[in-house]
């Protein structure tokens, strides 16, 4: 069946790859920058390869998209037969992507709408599948919009991380922030919030911080319908258990994914990250 909106996103949505086949959503890849050495998000270097770079304190760093990638992407899909394009990134505060893609817009083939989600992991990726399902039922291009917006809107996601020094180095959280961590030994739970990254709750312990991410998520599901992602970075057992006990709690849960970050995200938050993303359908 022919789809007259076509869905564009980025390698931060970390939606398997199933779901981008299923979905026909282009995702198009962000740079790591591994000392002199560039490579694609996804493709070129592992979550794995990062979480090990990071642990040998080799210099890592993001870059976005080129313009030109954007157009290359918009151009392959109005090829394809779209004549409309909905393309969702990640937070303008967190990266140049939305930026880059803006640019690209302006000469593309055919309409392209340019969408700051605020959001990143899967609180992006539900965006990108929300406006997907409803091109792939027919709707416009102003309806895949409006639908992805308003999953971004009800969306929540927060973390754990072992140490505010990856964030404070990226320049994603305050350097008085991530110092007042270290002192008091606090393990931090953070939260996207107005497309940024802020501090949510101090706790003395991982044990106690973990668990209070499983408290946070299972408040904010409440009882509707809703979609979770589980998020990690080189903690495989501390994401199965929380999802497990999410199966448990979560009387509206649908879709429950468990994936590893990607090492755009993973090199701001180091290894050990742990996520809870809510999203009410």
Known sequence: ????????????????????REHRITS??????????ALEEGTEISARSLAEALR???????????PETFAAAYREVAAAGADGIVSLHLSAEFSGTYDAAVL??????????VVDTGMVAMALGF?????????????SLDEAVAAAEKRAEGTSAFFYVDTLDYLRRGGRIGAAQALLGSALAVKPLLE????????????????KAIARL??????????????????HLAAPDRADHLADRLRERVPGLADLHVSE?????????GPGLLGAVVSPR
């Open 1 to 20: 069946m022919h789809r007259h909106v076509a869905i564009v996103t980025d390698s931060t949505a970390y939606l398997p790859p199933t779901a981008l």
């Open 28 to 37: 198009v890849p962000l740079t790591v920058v591994l000392g002199n050495e």
């Open 56 to 66: 040998k304190h080799r210099a890592v760093t993001t870059s976005r998209p080129s």
């Open 104 to 113: 690209a817009a302006q000469d593309a083939p055919v309409p392209v709408r």
């Open 127 to 139: 965006c990108a599948l929300a406006a997907a399902q409803t091109a792939a039922a027919g709707g």
């Open 192 to 207: 996207l919030a107005d497309g940024r990254i802020g501090m949510l709750e101090k706790v003395r312990t991982a044990t």
């Open 214 to 231: 499983e408290e946070l998520a299972v408040a904010r599901a409440g009882e509707s319908a809703v979609d979770i992602a589980v998020h």
């Open 261 to 269: 970050v990607g090492a755009v995200i993973g090199a701001h938050t």
